[in-house]
């Protein structure tokens, strides 16, 4: 397996200030991206700027969205990795391949993306030697996050932080938790994804208690089947005329 047939690199240009997130979260994301703009006159004081970064919490709530977007703000491309995709029964292989793809992102001073960070720690098997094998691959992720240089940017995410080794969640100097969007958030949300076709905003009823994510795909279905059903019903009276 080539290891980089596993690594996407996304040009998607997204800015920070259209992601959904909760003020606090916005403003520790403003200070780092800060930080890296000023990261040579730190540097000279011996102060350390924050790069690793864990996101946890619901799924569809914008974690990746967000880690795509601090890339555009920093400047910086972004290297997207599925760990799911790379879990192998051999962990020694997995190991490597993670190593690998660290290289990659600290030479090119890049923001390196983890997805489903806590399959590292899902993976317990009830027999001593593969147990005793993932606890080798969580080492050799501690360190390469010890390790990773202050120009690149490590971003976790993961809907499961409560099985990740603490040893690894305190390596993150920041942790920004994702919520469920309350009602006025997701009404923002749909403000938002109307503006192309505000003729359908009345007719769709809003759905809450929902992900960005479901939002965002509950919003394009209805509009689909009330387009087509528009276009339909022209085609007809064109036909009847």
Known sequence: MNIYDLVIADKEKIALADVFLAADSRQKLLQLIKEHRYIRELSEYGLPVSNKILLHGYSGCGKTTTAKALATALDKPIYVLNLSNLISSRIGETSQHIKQVFDKAGREKAVLFLDEFDQIGKARISEEKDV???RRLVNTIIQLIDYFPAQAVLIAATNHPEILDTAIIRRFQL????????????????????LPFPQYD???????GI??????DYTYDAVKFLLIAALEQTEKQGQES
């Open 211 to 216: 992900s960005y994510a479901e939002a965002k």
């Open 202 to 208: 009345a007719l769709v009823s809003r759905i809450y």
């Open 175 to 194: 942790r920004l938790a994702f919520e469920l969007p309350t009602q006025v958030q997701l009404d923002a949300y749909y403000d938002k994804l109307f």
């Open 132 to 134: 005793g094998e993932m």
